[in-house]
């Protein structure tokens, strides 16, 4: 409790220059149970400044001691794994053996797989007399979400060590408190005075005025497209890098020679993960117009065997979600749904039965839905399934892309044919029969999904200038 109500700039946890508390709730009771500090641009001030002053001895480490400090944080963010997942699970209703074995683990796979990527990585390449040097690009200003808080604070830092940046971080004030266990994660890892900053605060107040300092070299956001538009506009005054993961509306192609059963069973299960908040979510489920009736029944079925509840219980699937604005949202594009002639099957507006308060959402299906509908433009960010039929591979893929998104795609079928769609797919990234997660594969947008990509050396590239010394060989 001690460091919720401060911030950590130069090395030490401070007080806000002007003391404004805000309530941190618990989307499960709608209750706040701990509160945080508003920073101010007074507070960014002196944390850029921080990071400014330590980014000329820091960029000059060794590719070997930045190799060592991020074993440091690795080994004390383990030794606080519990905690961690402990507040995750409170601060956004993730239920706890997800917010262990999902939440806490992306970042522990982050880091670890930065640190893989580190080891090998090559900051300097001779081209004839020239040589090519990968420079630090200076202060950097990390801004995270709430849906993912240790996937996105650990793909952003963990580079910025890596590449001898320092850096200002604004954890989201939705779920700020797993960010404030990793500020002292970093603290104990002994990482230099100046070289991670962590402010709290909103937005406008924090990350808008992180975004426009002309001290402040690159910009890493993820969130929404509305917002990322926003920082975008705001850094274009200083012309810095924006590193952006925005939105998504990920189609799911299920095949002709797909297993029909195991694919649209599966496909629920990855949208509704997280309560359906994940921007890669594969939210458009695209099966033949003759599977169609069956799909729903197999989706049903699926979305029947969910257990939404209380996060602390044994055996929950899906907790709230965050708070009442996104509750809201997801009602109002549930009701859109119904209203604009999609089939409902299974689910529907208001909480589950057996829920009263928290902000639960009842996991919801939609089939017949068709591509000018709301429910498949707009990004719901909650378990919240449309199916849309196809006639042809050739529609399919042009209702995939049919988006102004481009985060994610999804295909189910016989191998060789899913290779075969996946070219023609405008996404960052395309899964071809729900394989397993790749820390070593790039992450990122096409269109209004952002710009950028994250994950290991992927990472690395974003947070590096690339300097030539002309004549270096002669």
Known sequence: MSNHLKFFINGEWV???VPVALDVIDPSTEEPFTQIALGSKADVDKAVAAAKAAFPAFSRWTQAERLALLKRILWEYEKRAEDIAQAVSREMGAPIAFARDSQVAAGHGHLSATITALETYKFTEDRGTTRIVKEPIGVVALITPWNWPLNQITCKV???IATGC???????EIAPISGVIFAEVMEA???PKGVFNMVNGTGPDVGQVMAGHPDVDM??????TRAGIIVAKTAADTVKRVAQELGGKSANIILPDADLKQAVAD??????GNSGQSCDAPTRMLVPRAWHDEALNVAREAAEKLVTGDPQAEGTDLGPVVSKVQFDKIQR?????????????IGGPGRPENLNRGYYIRPTVFGNVNNKMTIAREEIFGPVLSILPYDSEEEAIEIANDTPYGLAAYVQ??????RKIAPYLRAGSVYLNYPDWDLFSSFGGYKQSGNGREYADWGIHDFLEIKSVVGYGN
């Open 189 to 191: 890892a002994g990482v």
């Open 219 to 224: 910009v890493s956001f993820t969130g929404s």
């Open 15 to 17: 007080e806000p220059v």
């Open 333 to 345: 594009l549930i009701e859109a749904g119904i209203s604009e002639g999609a089939t409902l099957v």
């Open 158 to 160: 963990g580079p910025a």
């Open 166 to 172: 320092t850096m200002v971080l604004k954890p989201s």
């Open 267 to 272: 496909g629920v299960t990855g949208c509704f």
């Open 413 to 418: 079928g016989e191998p060789e044919h899913a």
